[in-house]
Antibody, heavy 121, light 107 residues
Framework: QVHLVQSGAEVKKPGASVKVSCKAS????????MHWLRQAPGQGPEWIGWINPGNGDTEYSQKLQDRVTITRDTSANTAYMELSSLRSEDTAVFYC???????????????WGQGTLVTVS | DIQMTQSPSSLSASVGDRVTITCRAS??????LNWYQQKPGAAPRLLIYAASTLQSGVPSRFSGSGSGTDFTLTISSLQPEDFATYYC?????????FGQGTKVEIK
């Protein structure tokens, strides 16, 4: 069975960086894209970016592209999201989620990590 | 970015009611529209993808329709476990975007 297990909660000062990990199991890590999203209190999810673990290609939201880096370690079946220059409005729950593409080309997020609360204060 | 607008933002309903949630995109997303359910303290759960295809394991009381800019999620007979927040999400154009959510509460 597919599992995505994220690292624990973080408290950071403004201006610092945070790196969240997402360890995948139960499937071929390099065969599926991995997305990162965040959800501020009372808000809908916001897409941050994604990585193709097979070749390391990434794509980021325009809003965050200057501050975010997504990487992967294929030997550890783990994806990482690092956000720098943190500010109070970055306080949110961060999620990783697996990208599933079906035969007609439609893409969706079929498995999610449990979430990691990042508090900037 | 494509803006996704859901209505209503919240609704009150009783067990057994038929519930319909609407999602409108600021430009056509063809059928690249997904629906998720989220309960407090949990990650979103995929319900429907490609506008109308039910994800494996999701009860058949959930259905989706639409294409282009206008979509609906319908729950044919609301069950106690369906009280949650529902989000639409487009996957046609990167950056993927979500609606602001519709909270379904007990009447």
């Amino acid at each position: 069975q597919v599992h995505l297990v994220q690292s624990g909660a973080e408290v950071k000062k403004p201006g610092a960086s945070v790196k969240v990990s997402c360890k995948a199991s139960g499937y071929s890590f390099t065969s599926y894209g991995m997305h990162w999203l965040r959800q501020a209190p009372g808000q809908g999810p916001e897409w941050i970016g994604w990585i193709n673990p097979g070749n390391g290609d990434t794509e980021y939201s325009q809003k965050l592209q200057d501050r975010v880096t997504i990487t992967r370690d294929t030997s550890a079946n783990t994806a990482y999201m690092e956000l720098s220059s943190l500010r109070s409005e970055d306080t949110a729950v961060f999620y990783c989620a697996r990208d599933q593409s079906e035969s007609r080309g439609y893409r969706f997020l079929d498995f999610w990590g449990q979430g990691t609360l990042v508090t900037v204060s | 970015d494509i803006q996704m607008t859901q209505s209503p933002s919240s609704l009150s309903a009783s067990v057994g009611d038929r519930v319909t949630i609407t999602c409108r995109a600021s430009q056509s997303v063809r059928k690249y529209l997904n629906w998720y359910q989220q309960k407090p303290g949990a990650a979103p759960r995929l319900l429907i993808y490609a506008a109308s295809t039910l994800q494996s394991g999701v009860p058949s009381r959930f259905s989706g329709s639409g294409s282009g800019t206008d979509f609906t999620l319908t729950i044919s007979s609301l069950q106690p476990e369906d009280f949650a927040t529902y989000y639409c999400q487009q996957s046609d154009i990167t950056s993927w975007t979500f609606g602001q959510g519709t909270k379904v509460e007990i009447k």
